[in-house]
């Protein structure tokens, strides 16, 4: 079964700092894909990156950058230079299945980002 | 392009009532799906349709939610009776088909059962 956790339940920062938000999934396909998703306090998610299994690329948008390490099963999520606009719920997501049209997302709990002026 | 719509964006009801929630998904998504999130945890599958087939609903509590999608466009989910442990946030999804791309959630739908 897969399953995804996120160890940090909440993490203040101060404006300008770095932060990482960490992600380590469980799964036994080979075929899968992760997804980061944003969700501030007005709730809805927002789409924030998909990347699937087979290409371990790190990717950088701005001031967003990801790192996959299939070695240790993680997909970490670094913030640079946090704003007070990055404040909200962020949720890691696995999906397995894809090839057979099964493509449920399984969330971890999430982490509450804090972001103070 | 239209997003994912909900409604009603707000709903609360007392224990043991009856409680429907409408989705529309984009035009042209065959798949969709509906999630639970209760307050403090991620969302959670309740149901995925492809088109107006059911994929999976292994984790939909037959006894009380039910979900259809007549056509393949939009769909409703029913709770009957409710309980106090269905309060949370209830997310419809929609996506083009496999893949993973242009998964988009809608605002959800916020129901509290007192």
């Known amino acids: 079964a897969q399953k995804v956790t996120q160890a940090q339940t909440e993490i203040s920062v101060v404006e300008k700092e770095d932060v990482t938000l960490d992600c380590v999934y469980e799964?036994?396909?080979?075929?899968?894909?992760l997804f980061w998703y944003k969700q501030p306090p007005s709730g809805e998610l927002v789409f924030l990156i998909r990347?699937?299994?087979?290409?371990?690329q790190n990717e950088i948008s701005g001031r967003y950058s990801w790192n996959f390490q299939k070695s240790t099963s993680s997909f970490n999520f670094t913030i640079t230079a946090s704003q007070v606009v990055d404040s909200a719920v962020y949720f890691c997501a696995l999906s397995e299945g894809w090839d057979s049209g099964y493509s449920t997302l399984t969330f971890g709990k999430g982490t509450m980002l804090l972001v103070s002026p | 392009e239209a997003g994912v719509a909900q409604s009603p964006r707000y709903k609360i009801i007392e224990k043991r009532q009856s409680v429907a929630f409408w989705c529309n998904p984009i035009s042209g998504h065959a798949t969709l799906y509906w999630y639970q999130q209760i307050l403090g945890q991620g969302p959670k599958l309740l149901i995925q349709f492809q088109n107006n087939g059911v994929v999976d609903d292994s984790q939909l509590p037959k006894d009380r939610f039910s979900a259809e999608r007549l056509k393949g466009v939009d769909s409703t989910l029913k709770i009957q009776p409710a309980k106090l442990e269905d309060s949370a946030v209830y997310l419809c999804?929609?996506?083009?088909?496999?893949?993973?791309?242009?998964?988009?959630f809608g605002s959800g739908t916020r129901l509290t059962v007192v």
């Open positions: 999804a929609s996506s083009p088909g496999t893949g993973g791309y242009g998964y988009t």
């Open positions: 799964t036994r396909d080979t075929t899968y894909y």
């Open positions: 990347r699937n299994s087979f290409d371990e």
